[in-house]
């Protein structure tokens, strides 16, 4: 298959669109920023319609957006220039992250009042998901950021030392809802821990993979809450309710959350030591065999399109012409394979 591959790459580095491109050389190729190549495609980064839509909203302080977190925000504008593979040198990634140093105020809007509350648990609050954002651009050397990824190691630890899938939850007011002093891991934990590298000793690298292999068998997971005083918070569950799907039973959307969780857990670098994922990256890796290296399911879902806090994976412009398409996620299932080893697995074959 590996010889396959090459050849789907070879295509991507020619016709696909300059993220594609940049973000092939310098993820699974490994090559240097350095490299002339990869800084003419930094360039051309910059000329995309949809970095220069975000950029257009970006104010003189560094600020992106209206909000810190949701549509028009800081968060989803530093993810989509991620995204796009635009260096943390340029000047205006540099300035958005130079922003998001000293937000003031401006760090709670778009997050429900209980964000401090939250940030206070170890959960999905406004420091958390700036520390994410933080991580997402390759920064992990922050005092405060490392702190957080103390709470998202915590969040794991309890998966992974509770003695039943109800443990950490209590009943209240007909719902489920999580325990004080329990940290349970969300989107941001995973993505925090996928981005970051300082962390992964060999006993936490263990006891990330058993955590992973108690959401995989306790999976699909049921909905829980989180209280705020009398109140009740839905907290951020984005692709974090079943960690075993069947791939050959997913609908569009269904195709979009496995897409976001299994290039996280390929990051984390779990895969290995999960048989369920591992079957998952193998018939992965034998839909693409089937169709020559390419992933061709026309996925239509919304949910690819836009690039925000949560959703989103398109790449190019559109997807009106379908090898445009067939390019975005083919990438994306290359980052998969790439992360989850399966790729040096078949070159060592």
């Known amino acids: ?6 050849k789907v790459i070879d295509e991507l580095l020619e016709k696909a669109c300059p993220a594609i491109r940049y ?9 240097p920023p350095e490299m002339p190549q990869l800084q003419a495609l930094q360039d051309l980064i910059l000329a995309d319609p949809a970095v220069r839509q975000t950029l257009a ?31 943390p040198s340029q000047p205006p990634l540099a300035r958005a992250l130079q922003a998001l140093t000293h937000p003031g105020e401006r760090l709670g809007k778009g997050l429900a009042k209980a964000g401090p509350s939250l940030d206070a648990q170890g959960l999905d609050g406004p420091e958390l998901i700036r520390a994410v954002v933080f991580a997402y651009a390759g920064i992990e050397d922050r005092p405060d950021l490392q702190a957080k990824i103390r709470h998202a190691l915590q969040a794991f630890q309890t998966v992974r030392d509770m003695g039943s899938p109800d443990e950490p939850f209590e009943p209240y007011r007909g719902k489920r809802v999580l325990r ?4 349970w891991p969300g989107v941001y934990h995973l993505r925090l821990l996928a981005f970051t590298q300082g962390w992964r000793s ?28 009398s109140q009740l918070i839905a907290p ?21 959350f496995w897409f976001h969780r299994a290039e996280l857990l390929a990051r984390l670098g779990v895969v290995p030591a999960v048989p369920a994922l591992q079957r998952q990256v193998h018939k992965l890796a034998e839909m693409m065999n089937d169709n020559d290296g390419w992933f061709t399911l026309r996925l239509e879902s919304p949910y690819f399109r836009k690039i925000g ?3 989103g994976l398109m790449l190019e412009q559109d997807w009106r012409v379908p090898r445009r398409r067939i390019y975005d996620l083919t990438f994306r299932s290359l980052l998969i394979l790439h992360y989850s080893g399966y790729l040096d697995l078949q070159c060592g074959a």
């Not at 957006?65 to 549509?71: L, V």
């Open 1 to 6: 298959m590996i010889t396959m591959l090459n």
């Open 23 to 31: 973000r092939v050389r310098r993820e699974i190729l490994h090559q």
């Open 57 to 87: 909203a970006q104010g003189p302080d560094g600020w992106i957006g209206r909000d810190f977190h949701g549509a028009d925000s800081m968060e989803g504008g530093i993810r989509l220039l991620c995204e796009k593979g635009m260096e």
């Open 180 to 183: 004080q002093g329990f940290i």
């Open 202 to 229: 060999a006993a936490n690298m263990k006891m990330a993979a058993e955590a992973v292999q108690r959401l995989v068998d306790y999976s699909p997971l049921p909905v829980y809450y989180l209280r705020w005083g």
């Open 236 to 256: 951020g569950l984005f692709c974090m309710d079943d960690f075993n799907p069947s791939l050959l039973e997913l609908d569009d959307n269904g195709w979009m």
């Open 309 to 311: 806090p949560y959703a």
